[in-house]
Structures are given as C-alpha cells and as structure tokens.
C-alpha cells in the first residue's frame, strides 16, 4: 500500500474538547430545563447531554466546565458546543465570556496494508518507546515524540492514533510510524 492509501484510510474515531462558561451552574435545575440531559450525580458528577446532529456527548460540570466527547471531527465539536451555548443563552445563563475551545484528544485509525510481525516491532523501535505483552493486549504500544501521540500496531496492519491535539498530528504520525517500519525492512 502507497503513502498516499495509508493517509487516505485514515478516519477519525473521536475528538473530545473542552470549554466552560466562567460560572458556577445548577446541575440540577439544568436537567429539568435542557430536554434529553441526563443528570445522576450518584454515578457521575457532570450533567450528561446528548446532540443528535451533529452526534456528540457534551459533558457539563458544576464548575461550568464543559467536554463534549463522541464527534468524529473538529467541526461536529465546534457544531455541537455551539448548540449547547445557545440551549444555556436561551435559559438565560450568559455565555459570553465562554472559554476557548482546546481539542484535547484526536483518536482516529488507520490501515497500513499490510501485516505486521509485531515481536520484530517491539524490538526494531526500542523498548524505550515501546509496551507489547500480548498477553495482556493483542496490540503493541508505541509512543511518538514528534508528533506526541501514542500508536497501537495491530498484526493486522490496523493501527489506532491516540493523543492528537491536531488531525494534521494524526496524518503525521501515519507517515512517520511507516517510515520507521520502512526502515526496519517490516513494512511490504
């Protein structure tokens, strides 16, 4: 498989962001208010609502904090918390002085075409950089400095990027992690 078709398999899984709205917020009162919230301090301390379109999680905190977990791209995250400033705009809660929006975490997978002998792996990337005890887990934990992402290597080819603060660090890291194999003389 070219460069070019490694890239182009890559898809993002999740993006999960954060921001908040500079005030303390009733919870409880939140829940009777925002129709579909979900709201059970006993098991989780945040105020659960859910978009449909564009589909997300958005996490609301006392401390008027928000993470919004679930979109599959940085747009759907910007769509989704917009929604959510206008549900609280609405219920007369300012917003105005919101928090910037920080991507936190980008996971997203690829496919590198080809099957991958993962005990040569562990060993050809350095065990500095490198967890694999498949008896634990099928897959081989490879940690990137530049870009700062971890990488799970299936035999498969399959590969999952995790820690991406920017997509553009999961396309880096695709062409990054094939050349290392390249190098190694593992990759087909």
């Known amino acids: 498989m070219t460069e070019e078709h490694r890239l182009d398999s890559l898809e993002i899984q999740n993006v999960v962001a954060s921001t ?106 350095g065990l500095e950089s490198v967890e694999y005890e498949p008896e634990q887990f099928p897959g081989l934990v490879y940690r990137v400095d530049d870009p700062s992402v971890v990488v799970l290597l299936f035999g498969s080819g399959k590969i999952v990027i995790t820690g991406a603060k920017e997509v553009e660090d999961a396309r880096r890291v695709i062409e990054v992690v094939s050349d290392e194999i390249s190098a190694l003389g593992l990759l087909d």
Do not use: H, M, W
């Open 20 to 125: 908040g709205v500079g005030q303390e917020l009733d919870l409880e009162a939140l829940s009777v208010d925002l129709t579909g919230s979900d709201y059970d301090p006993d098991n989780f301390p945040g105020l659960v609502y859910r978009c449909q379109d564009p589909k997300a999680a958005n996490l609301i905190f006392r401390s008027g904090k928000i993470v919004c977990t679930g979109a599959s791209s940085v747009d759907d995250v910007n769509r989704a918390l917009e929604k959510v400033f206008d549900e609280l705009s609405s219920l007369g809660i300012p917003t105005d002085d919101r928090d910037e929006v920080t991507i936190q975490n980008i996971v997203s997978s690829a496919d590198l075409g080809t099957d991958l002998n993962l005990n040569a792996l562990a060993i050809g990337l």
